[in-house]
């Protein structure tokens, strides 16, 4: 009778350790199946975000319509201060600033912290860049590099403004935009301003009031026009404003003809009077 059967005590430890590593190789590969399923997961959060973050990115550069302008071109006067900021396409009440009025916007790396402290500033189309790009999405670096564009771009405009004999503390708004356009500085809002009527060759607070004798001047040389163009276009009839107005209707449009038929009547009228006395 033999007390220990050592082939047999051999056999069943090599059986429970090749159960143990199969049972181990089970386990590795569940392992690994999650970690992949996971990695993939993050990445398709991952790339949601990008897209979300591209989104955004063409949103920013496309049909920009700074809106809360509208706000500000109710104003008679903008401080130095608004006026700038404004150029640069912010809203000054969503800057921040430092004890001298000047931008204050964090850019460097050792101060990460406090970009996310400026997620009010605001872009005059509603936007709020550092609000909505956030460092998890753009990076800490990129992050930095806008901050550091918007400062430096304001510091630019403030530089050039210092430069200039600007004795008042406050302008109207057609001021910082002629100011910036003889300096050939770029306003992203121009064309929208002058579609809604804000900025022109001349605005109407800008219009000074005609002597009566340059109006004199003018409006002879209206009757004299209008006086020509009825003798050759109905000749030997008797003149009738209806029709010179009606006539104008074409050209409805042009500067001048804008206005209601009841100013056009009296300026033809008073015109028809000037040269009726010679």
């Not at 530089?159 to 356009?181: L, M, N």
């Not at 074409?250 to 009841?262: K, V």
């Amino acid at each position: 009778m033999k007390i220990l059967d050592v082939e047999q005590l051999i056999a069943y430890k090599r059986q429970s350790r090749e159960a143990r590593i199969h049972q181990l190789a089970e386990s590795m590969r569940e392992r690994q199946d999650r970690l992949v399923r996971q990695i993939k997961e993050e990445e398709e959060d991952y790339e949601e975000e990008i897209r979300e973050h591209a989104d955004f990115v063409f949103q920013c550069f496309s049909e920009y319509s700074p809106d809360r302008l509208h706000t500000w071109f109710l104003l008679d006067h903008w401080t130095v201060q608004e006026g700038l900021i404004l150029l640069s396409g912010f809203d000054p009440k969503a800057m921040p600033l430092d004890k001298k009025g000047e931008i204050s916007i964090p850019y460097s790396s050792e101060e990460r912290r406090k970009i996310r402290e400026i997620s009010s500033i605001r872009r005059l189309d509603n936007l709020t860049p550092f609000a909505e790009m956030t460092e998890d999405i753009i990076g800490e670096a990129r992050s930095a590099k806008m901050s550091l564009h918007i400062w430096s771009e304001h510091s630019h405009f403030l530089r050039i403004w210092k430069s200039g004999a600007h004795a008042e503390e406050r302008y109207p708004p057609k001021y910082f935009i002629d100011w910036a356009i003889s300096k050939k500085l770029s306003i992203d809002w121009l064309d929208w301003a002058k579609a809604e009527g804000y900025y022109g060759e001349q605005s109407i607070e800008d219009e000074t009031p005609l002597s009566p004798r340059a109006r004199n001047n003018y409006l002879g040389i209206i009757g004299a026009l209008a006086d020509h163009y009825w003798k050759t276009t109905y000749p030997g009839q008797n003149f009738k404003q209806a029709k010179i107005l009606e006539d104008l209707l074409p050209y409805t449009g042009f500067p001048g003809l804008t206005e209601s038929q009841t100013h056009l009547k009296k300026t033809l009228t008073q015109a028809m009077n000037l040269i009726d006395q010679k």
